[in-house]
């Protein structure tokens, strides 16, 4: 049994595994081969894409990868705040219509993104954040205001596996709200916030639409946005330097997601298994 569960397991993991493989190995060859070899592997191994694409574009692919990080890294802190507190309130204060709140707040997941992207933009853009010299508050501002209401319904069953009996004995040592907050929920809710920032992160990273609709200027370009530019309009394309782009855009991602595996696998099981 243990053999066919292993042979198993290795039929899915080549599955998943080759289309990144296939890229990878794409990404060393030439255009010409690109059209004429569609194996994994490159029969004459060329690593000019990299420095080409890097450079093929009228802004160096760097600035890409600065704003992309930029967007990123300010969606991860205001989701993390954000949420965090929208959950304290919900699992641990009592106030009128908390039940109904939490249940509008879990509706709003019923709402595919692509239904609000117009009323969003009217909104942003009679507010006067739509453009200028940093056209990412859309992007970002939202992120603030705890408007992920999966991370929030995620904390929030986080919290409610914490005993109640520590936010007693906070109380009696005389902690307010906040105080039971800073000095017994947050240190405790390092798994969640750990899960929120992972999945914020590679979201915000590959997220293409919405960047798309808020950012017109090519040098505020995040890198999916960017990877766009390698097929023009007339459909001449670069397609290895595109290739080898792509792999570089998934080591971010990949970096971010092994670094933080261990406490992100925590805390989705404890925030399923509690509450």
């Known amino acids: 049994m243990k053999a066919i569960r292993l042979v198993v397991i290795l039929a899915i993991m080549a599955v998943i595994l080759y289309p990144l493989v296939w890229m990878l190995g794409t990404s060393f060859k030439g255009q010409q081969e ?7 592997f490159p ?3 060329s690593p000019a894409n990299y420095p080409d694409g890097w450079t093929h574009l009228d802004v160096n692919f760097g600035r890409f990868f600065l704003n992309s990080t930029l967007v990123a890294v300010a969606v991860v802190i205001g989701n993390a705040v954000s949420c965090l507190l929208a959950a304290f309130a919900f699992a641990r204060l009592k106030f009128r219509g908390r039940g109904v709140w939490f249940a509008v707040m879990i509706g709003t997941l019923l709402l595919p993104g692509h239904v609000l992207i117009v ?7 009679e507010l006067g954040l739509v453009g200028g010299e940093f056209p990412y508050l859309p992007l970002i501002v939202p992120h603030f205001l705890a408007t992920e209401a ?6 929030v069953q986080f919290m409610r596996g914490i005993p109640r009996e520590l936010d007693e004995a906070a109380k009696i040592d005389g902690c307010s709200s906040f105080g039971v907050f800073r000095n017994v929920i947050l240190p405790l809710s390092r798994p969640a916030l750990v899960t929120t920032a992972i999945f914020s992160f590679i979201w915000t990273w590959n997220d293409f639409f919405r ?3 808020y950012v017109s200027d090519l040098e505020k370009y995040t890198v999916p ?24 855009s998934l080591l ?3 970096l971010f997601f092994v670094a933080f595996q261990r406490m992100l696998v925590e805390g989705i099981n404890t925030s399923g298994l509690k509450g």
């Open 225 to 248: 946005v960017a990877l766009r530019l390698f097929i023009d309009s007339q459909g001449q394309s670069a397609v290895g330097p595109m290739f080898a782009m792509s792999v570089l």
């Open 211 to 213: 960047q798309l609709v």
């Open 252 to 254: 971010p991602v990949f």
């Open 119 to 125: 009323p969003q933009f009217i909104v942003f853009r």
């Open 34 to 40: 690109i059209l004429s070899n569609p194996g994994v």
């Open 43 to 45: 029969q004459d191994f």
């Open 150 to 155: 999966f991370f929030v319904f995620l904390m």
